[in-house]
């Protein structure tokens, strides 16, 4: 998990340009694959001061989740 707070953008990973000349290698900051994934499984890219994380999950599922976690009646709460 990464702490909101520190996160300073968030990339969708373009499939067909991943192992091709990816922009946001040119910043110099570590590239943290998350999980023990390989590149290959790269959906999107979320940066922050420190480094640039590579996570399998999609933009999507990810800010659906935080919508969701945070929305204006709270987190869900299952029995």
Do not use: W
Not at 4 to 30: C, D, E, G, T, W
Not at 37 to 46: A, F, K, N, S, T
């Amino acid at each position: 998990m990464i702490d909101i707070r520190r996160i300073v953008a968030m990339f969708k990973a373009h499939p067909r340009k991943m192992n091709k000349s990816n922009p946001l290698r040119q910043y110099y900051r570590p590239l943290v694959l998350l999980d023990g994934m390989d590149e290959g499984q790269i959906r999107c890219y979320i940066v922050t001061e420190e480094c640039i994380y590579a996570s399998p999950i999609t933009l999507e599922t990810i800010i659906g989740r935080y919508k969701r976690l945070f929305s204006a009646k709270g987190p869900v709460q299952r029995l």
